[in-house]
């Protein structure tokens, strides 16, 4: 029991020193359930996001497939489409259903 204990307080810590959020489970307005997950903190970048390709999400053990900000890989994002910055940094397209659609930033 005080191994369990101990385990817990070291994995709550790590999380913490990592950045981590817990992020409670919800419905979506079309009604689809998302389960509750772990994400990292918001921050400028996403070379510390579980999708970012070298990075892996430690709970679900999934390989990340998303291009590295300004990496030669994330100007193949949106080819073809007009690229806007956010306020906040953000940069999107606009899709065919006139949502926005993110993509690794470029310089």
Excluded at 18 to 25: A, C, D, F, R
Excluded at 28 to 33: A, N, P
Excluded at 45 to 59: A, E, I, K, L, R
């Amino acid at each position: 029991m005080k191994n369990l204990i101990i385990t817990t307080l070291f994995c709550f810590i790590g999380m913490l020193a990592y950045g981590q959020t817990y992020v409670s489970g919800y419905f979506k307005t079309d009604g689809t359930y998302v389960s509750g997950h772990y994400r990292t903190s918001s921050n400028n970048t996403n070379w510390d996001n579980y999708s970012t390709q070298g990075n892996s999400n430690s709970y679900t053990g999934e390989k990340g497939t998303r291009a590295r900000d300004y990496s030669p890989e994330a100007l193949n994002y949106g080819s073809g489409k007009t690229i806007y910055t956010g306020p906040r940094g953000g940069q999107y397209y606009i899709n065919s259903n006139g949502n926005k659609v993110y993509v690794p930033k470029r310089d």
